[in-house]
């Protein structure tokens, strides 16, 4: 009997064994397949926003890139410079070594172009930027804003189109188009005010504003008083005067104006001769103009001037003679400055 029980045991004791080991050999990871390399044809692969090592091993792998997602992975993982690898279009080889797939990602040489819009830019020189680093044809810009609609403006810019451009650097990739690219700008814009929960029938005025803000002011500290002094004239029924609005308007710099553009009152950014915000904005106002606008500086100014203009030093005033005596301030400045 005991004897028979030992044989019992010991033979469920073989099978569990046989059985354990059979398990362990199934669940033992196999080396990653991977290519020998060197490589063949080029291919271009999007690495999107936020990819983790797998999602780019995903990626490569659907390309044909990379032999396999682990072999991708586990060279993501030996690799020090892969967290800072950027989402972009990267031109890469088929039938990589998954080692050389991520060096050449790490080396962050991507295909595409950047676009760098500044803050105070207006439509007209947006697009001739965009068009100089593209490459696409100005008249493909210029026939996309003829339907602003498409592109993503509200209805309450009623068909203007400047102050939505966001000012921002974009990444274009190669089968961009004139109308993909702008659309992207107004997302941009209109991204921010919902993240400033800016109600949207407000929308247009916030930008006009800002653009006033953006093309007045250098720092943030002066744009803040500014778009206080702005709201104190209108709260005053005071006209704005405004001299950027009365350029764009014109069609022409600042530095340019006459007394004839100052008093033509057909001129409809003349905010000398007319009350209230002008019809739209004058430019593409950029975060911290908006940010102006909706937070500005407590306080009575109602005047402002710039004194330095290698500086940009600007003073402000509550009263019509403090602002006479920092005009005289600012001749003086140009008198001694050539």
Not at 58 to 86: H, K, M
Not at 122 to 145: C, S
Not at 271 to 282: C, N, Q, R, S
């Amino acid at each position: 009997m005991l004897l028979v029980a030992l044989v019992l045991v010991g033979g469920a004791g073989y099978a569990v064994w046989t059985n354990l080991d059979s398990l362990i050999s199934l669940t033992t990871p196999l080396e990653s397949k991977d290519f020998p390399g060197p490589g063949g044809d080029q291919v271009d692969v999007e690495i999107p926003e936020g990819a983790t090592g797998t999602a780019m091993g995903q990626e490569l792998y659907e390309a044909g890139v990379v032999a396999s997602v682990s072999a991708f992975t586990a060279a993501f993982e030996a690799n020090p410079g892969s967290a800072s690898i950027r989402p972009g279009t990267y031109t890469m080889l088929e039938e990589m070594p998954a080692r050389d797939a991520v060096a050449l990602l790490v080396k962050n040489e991507t295909a595409d172009l950047q676009l760098t819009l500044p803050e105070g830019y207006t439509v007209d020189q947006t697009i001739e930027r965009a068009a100089q680093v593209t490459g696409l044809p100005v008249e493909d810009f210029e026939a996309a804003l003829k339907s602003p609609g498409k592109i993503g403006v509200p209805k309450q810019a009623e068909g203007k189109v400047e102050g939505w451009l966001y000012p921002d650097t974009y990444m274009v990739k190669p089968d961009d188009t004139a109308v993909g690219l702008l659309t992207q700008m107004v997302d941009g814009t209109k991204s921010v005010l919902r993240e400033k929960n800016v109600p949207v029938a407000d929308w247009q005025s916030v930008l006009t504003k800002a653009s006033l803000v953006e093309r007045e002011g250098r720092t943030a500290e002066d744009r803040a008083k500014i778009a206080r002094a702005i709201e104190n004239r209108l709260e005053d029924g005071m006209p704005l005067q405004i001299d950027a609005a009365v350029a764009y308007g014109a069609g022409k710099p600042g530095t340019e104006l006459t007394d004839a553009d100052l008093d033509n009152e057909k001129n409809p950014y003349n905010t000398y001769e007319h009350l209230g915000l002008p019809p739209g904005p004058i430019a593409n106002p950029g975060t911290t103009s908006i940010d102006a606008v909706l937070n500005p500086t407590p306080g009575d100014w109602k005047y402002w001037i710039t004194v330095n203009l290698d500086t940009g030093e600007t003073k402000f005033s509550e009263t019509y003679e403090e602002h006479l005596a920092y005009q005289q301030e600012l001749r003086e400045w140009q008198a001694a400055n050539g």
